[in-house]
C-alpha cells in the first residue's frame, strides 16, 4: 500500500482524547478554570511527547512555580528524573519566550536544532499564560502560530478563562487551531468561523501539494538544515517522495537525521 505523504510527515499524539493526534505545526489553546482544569491537559500533553521522544518545554508562570510543576510531573511521569537528566523535559519559569519578530524565529530555530542534535524527534511547547491580560500582550501572536506552523513542533497555550470576556475569548480562540475548553464537567473543542475557512483552504492545498509531490518523476526530498554553534552540523528528513525511495535506495528516513 502506497504510503500518503504531507509537508507535515507525520501525526503526533496529543495526548489528549477529545483532540486525538495532530499535524506537526499545531498550536492549540486551553481555557482553565482552576490548577486541576490546567493538570488535567497539561500532564497527559508532556507523557505523550515524551512517549513520542519529543523534548517538551514547559514555560510556567503565575498559576504553578517551578516546584508545583516538577512534582506534578514527577507524580504523573514514570522515570521523570531520567528524562530529566537527559534533558528531554525542560522548565523555565517567567516569560522568557516573550520576543518578537526574528528573534522568536531565532530562539525557536535554535530550540528545534538543539532537539535534533540530542537525539529527540523534534520539540512540543506548554505555555502558561500568566495573570493579567492573558488575551492581550501575554498571548501567542500571528506571527509566533506562523512560525510554529513551519516546523516540526507542537505548542499548547494555556489561559486562565476567569480573566477573559467573551470578545477576548474568541481573539484567542482565532490565534490558534483550536482551543479546549470545560463545558458540563468536559472537554469540548471551540472553533472560530475564521478557523474553519483556513482550514478549509489549507487542506485542499495540502491535497494539490501531495499529489503533486508524490507523483512527480524527480526524486525529491524535503530536508530541514540543523545548525550547531551557528554552524550547519546536520539535516533531518521532513518528507521525500516515492521517486527519491525508488532512485537513492532510501526508504522510511523521515524524521531521521543524515
Same mark, same amino acid.
Given at each position: 500500500?502506497?504510503?500518503?505523504?504531507?509537508?507535515?510527515?507525520?501525526?503526533?499524539?496529543?495526548?489528549?482524547?477529545?483532540?486525538?493526534?495532530?499535524?506537526?505545526?499545531?498550536?492549540f489553546?486551553q481555557?482553565? $478554570?482552576? +490548577? !486541576?482544569? #490546567?493538570? &488535567?491537559?497539561?500532564?497527559?500533553?508532556?507523557?505523550?511527547?515524551? @512517549?513520542?521522544?519529543e523534548?517538551?518545554?514547559?514555560?510556567?508562570?503565575?498559576?504553578?512555580?517551578?516546584? $508545583?510543576? +516538577? !512534582?506534578? #510531573?514527577? &507524580?504523573?511521569?514514570?522515570?521523570?528524573?531520567?528524562?530529566?537528566? @537527559?534533558?528531554?523535559?525542560?522548565?523555565?519559569?517567567?516569560?522568557?519566550?516573550?520576543?518578537?519578530?526574528?528573534?522568536?524565529?531565532?530562539? #525557536?530555530?535554535?530550540?528545534?536544532?538543539?532537539?535534533?542534535?540530542?537525539?529527540?524527534g523534534?520539540?512540543?511547547?506548554?505555555?502558561?499564560?500568566?495573570?493579567?491580560?492573558?488575551?492581550?500582550?501575554?498571548?501567542?501572536?500571528?506571527?509566533?502560530?506562523?512560525?510554529?506552523?513551519?516546523?516540526?513542533?507542537?505548542?499548547?497555550?494555556?489561559?486562565?478563562?476567569?480573566?477573559?470576556?467573551?470578545?477576548?475569548?474568541?481573539?484567542?480562540?482565532?490565534?490558534?487551531?483550536?482551543?479546549?475548553?470545560?463545558?458540563?464537567?468536559?472537554?469540548?473543542?471551540?472553533?472560530?468561523?475564521?478557523?474553519?475557512?483556513?482550514?478549509?483552504?489549507?487542506?485542499?492545498?495540502?491535497?494539490?501539494?501531495?499529489?503533486?509531490?508524490?507523483?512527480?518523476?524527480?526524486?525529491?526530498?524535503?530536508?530541514?538544515?540543523?545548525?550547531?554553534?551557528?554552524?550547519?552540523?546536520?539535516?533531518?528528513?521532513l518528507?521525500?517522495?516515492?521517486?527519491?525511495?525508488?532512485?537513492?535506495?532510501?526508504?522510511?528516513?523521515?524524521?531521521?537525521?543524515?
Amino acid at each position: 500500500m502506497k504510503r500518503k505523504r504531507s509537508i507535515h510527515f507525520d501525526r503526533r499524539d496529543s495526548g489528549i482524547p477529545v483532540v486525538g493526534d495532530v499535524p506537526w505545526g499545531t498550536s492549540f489553546c486551553q481555557f482553565f $478554570e482552576n +490548577r !486541576q482544569d #490546567l493538570l &488535567e491537559i497539561l500532564i497527559p500533553y508532556i507523557k505523550a511527547g515524551l @512517549k513520542s521522544n519529543e523534548l517538551c518545554l514547559l514555560i510556567i508562570s503565575g498559576y504553578l512555580d517551578l516546584e $508545583e510543576a +516538577r !512534582q506534578a #510531573l514527577e &507524580e504523573a511521569v514514570p522515570h521523570f528524573e531520567r528524562y530529566i537528566k @537527559k534533558g528531554q523535559i525542560e522548565i523555565i519559569a517567567g516569560m522568557q519566550r516573550r520576543m518578537s519578530g526574528t528573534g522568536f524565529t531565532r530562539a #525557536l530555530a535554535a530550540r528545534i536544532d538543539k532537539a535534533m542534535i540530542s537525539g529527540f524527534g523534534s520539540l512540543r511547547i506548554a505555555v502558561i499564560s500568566p495573570s493579567g491580560n492573558p488575551g492581550g500582550k501575554t498571548a501567542v501572536t500571528f506571527r509566533e502560530v506562523d512560525e510554529i506552523a513551519r516546523h516540526n513542533i507542537v505548542a499548547l497555550y494555556a489561559y486562565p478563562r476567569e480573566e477573559l470576556d467573551a470578545a477576548e475569548l474568541m481573539e484567542v480562540v482565532k490565534r490558534h487551531r483550536f482551543a479546549l475548553i470545560r463545558s458540563n464537567g468536559d472537554w469540548e473543542l471551540l472553533e472560530s468561523s475564521e478557523v474553519n475557512l483556513t482550514r478549509e483552504a489549507l487542506k485542499k492545498s495540502e491535497l494539490l501539494y501531495r499529489s503533486l509531490f508524490d507523483n512527480m518523476l524527480e526524486g525529491y526530498a524535503y530536508c530541514r538544515m540543523i545548525y550547531k554553534n551557528s554552524r550547519p552540523h546536520d539535516f533531518v528528513f521532513l518528507a521525500v517522495n516515492s521517486s527519491f525511495e525508488k532512485q537513492t535506495g532510501l526508504k522510511y528516513v523521515t524524521g531521521k537525521r543524515v
